[in-house]
Nanobody
Framework: QEQLVESGGGLVQAGGSLNLSCVVS????????MAWFRQAPGKEREFVAA???????AYVDSVKGRFTISRDNAKHTVYLQMNNLQPEETAVYHC???????????????WGQGTQVTVSS
């Protein structure tokens, strides 16, 4: 049974930064794509960024140049460095895993608790 444990969220002012972490167990981590998603109040969960086993990355347009996703295979951990955060990015951030071509739309894992990110104006 896979387990995804997110951490690193908090309250920041607009323009601030946070670095999220997700520790993964029960998954062949080094061979799978990992991704971050977020769900704002009253909205559907949306894809934010993915990092593949090749270390290639993909981002939703709105975060390009501000967010950086990375992975540490030895620690079974995926990170999301978020810079210049904006109030509209207030959401619960979740990580998940899946296939390279389908992870954005169809992640495979169960959703964990996530980590709350709140950006004040």
């Amino acid at each position: 049974q896979e387990q995804l444990v997110e951490s690193g969220g908090g309250l920041v002012q607009a323009g601030g930064s946070l670095n999220l972490s997700c520790v993964v167990s029960g998954v062949a981590f080094s061979g799978t794509s990992m991704a971050w998603f977020r769900q704002a109040p009253g909205k559907e969960r949306e894809f934010v960024a993915a990092v593949h086993s090749s270390d290639n990355t993909a981002y939703v347009d709105s975060v390009k140049g501000r967010f950086t996703i990375s992975r540490d295979n030895a620690k079974h951990t995926v990170y999301l460095q978020m810079n210049n955060l904006q109030p509209e990015e207030t959401a619960v951030y979740h990580c998940n895993f899946g296939n390279r071509l389908t992870i954005a739309a169809m992640p495979k894992g169960s959703w964990g608790q996530g980590t709350q990110v709140t950006v004040s104006s």
